[in-house]
């Protein structure tokens, strides 16, 4: 879709809820893609070998937008060159009560606190193997919100299993801000608990399935610097496979005053992009390239996602910017991306 189109559109979606407007897109986009109009792939690139994986294009959907894995063909249409689905959780959980997702559009921005509403992970395991893509498949999984946190690891083992085959990487999130106590799994005695099981049971499964699966982290933007040193250090030592950076903030930065911005929940979008860049440099300079850096946040414009190549990321994630500028932004960023020499960038603004 053009970006003068979505443009058009944007005013009528504007207007309605958010959670609306998110489900009425997605059924729009499936009618017309069921009529055979939209049958794109991956916007062409050269690929990139990252964890074993070969990526058509490196810009990627972020998790949360399709948590249950069932507009997988929608989302390849639009060309992206893979696809992060859930968080899914063991059991089928309904999220926290509505209204629970915002926009701030002054400020390029996303308040949400949906709290990981998902039918479980069978659901979405149906969903996957009667799909018809077959590109690279991230499935991000979590913890059910009535798990007591010192149990959080069941809850992660379990879905590992569940997915492990049918995934082309396992994201384990711990850096969701709407499921109480889940960012504490970022501690150190804590993830090195977690990691150790992870690993072992990855190593496990590869084993049984004759197939090994990359084991992707993803961290919050709220960590102090001796807690990114205490993380990359963790991954290093179980030998983890990649680390997304960064989840949404709980800092108001650059939202201040605005409507919605005492809303509780995670902050995305533009005033989250500096604070998520910063990680993943700091996350760089202590890997130097030992585990790829996935990055994600408040990536608007293609200029945004080159600073996260330049930072040390391999790969982009967007969801914000999708919301903002529509699916022109994945061919807008993907080609910035792609072109060799890499073209100089300005942000135009997100109109
Ligand atoms: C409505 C909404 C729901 C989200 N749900 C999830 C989720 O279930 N799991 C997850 O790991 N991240 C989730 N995220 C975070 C995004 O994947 C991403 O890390 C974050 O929004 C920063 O990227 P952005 O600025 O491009 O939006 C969600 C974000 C939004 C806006």
Do not use: W
């Not at 659901?123 to 193997?129: D, E, K, M, S, W």
């Amino acid at each position: 879709m053009g970006s003068m189109l979505y443009s058009l559109l944007r005013p009528l979606l504007f207007s309605l809820d958010p959670e609306t407007a998110h489900r009425f897109t997605f059924n729009a986009i499936e009618k017309v893609r069921r009529l055979g109009l939209l049958t794109g792939g991956p916007i062409p690139c050269e690929s990139r070998s990252v964890m074993g994986l070969d990526f058509p294009n490196p810009v990627g959907v972020a998790a949360g937008m399709d948590k249950n894995g069932e507009h997988l063909e929608v989302l390849a249409s639009l060309g992206f060159g893979f696809i992060e689905i859930g968080t899914v959780t063991p059991r089928p959980q309904p999220g926290n009560p509505p209204p629970r997702l915002f926009r701030i559009p002054q400020a390029n921005a996303i308040i949400n606190r949906m709290g990981f509403n998902n039918h479980g992970v069978e659901n979405l395991v149906a969903n996957v193997r009667r799909t018809n893509y077959h590109g690279i498949l991230g499935i991000n999984i979590g913890k059910n919100f009535d798990t007591p946190v010192e149990r959080a690891a069941d809850d992660y083992l379990i879905c590992l299993s569940k997915v492990y085959r049918y995934a082309g990487y396992v994201v384990v999130n711990i850096s969701s801000p709407n499921t109480p106590h889940l960012r504490q799994l970022q501690n150190a005695e804590e993830l090195d608990h977690l990691l150790g099981l992870l690993k072992s049971k990855q190593l496990e499964l590869a084993d049984e399935h004759a197939k090994y699966t990359p084991l992707v982290v993803k961290i919050a933007p709220d960590l102090v610097p001796p807690q990114i040193v205490s993380i990359a250090t963790l991954l290093m030592k179980h030998q983890i496979d990649g680390i997304i950076a960064t989840n949404t903030t709980l800092s108001r930065a650059g939202v201040e005053a605005l409507p919605h911005a005492s809303e509780k929940g995670g902050l995305s979008g533009a005033p989250l992009k500096e604070c998520a860049t910063a990680v993943i440099r700091h996350l760089h300079d202590i890997l130097q390239g030992t585990i790829p850096i996935i990055a994600a946040g408040g990536i608007m414009c293609a200029a945004d996602a080159k600073e996260k190549i330049e930072a040390g990321a391999s790969l982009v994630q967007i969801y914000s910017g999708l919301i903002y500028r529509g699916p022109h932004l994945v061919h807008e960023v993907a080609r910035a991306l792609c072109a060799s020499p890499a073209p100089d960038l300005l942000c135009s603004g997100s109109g």
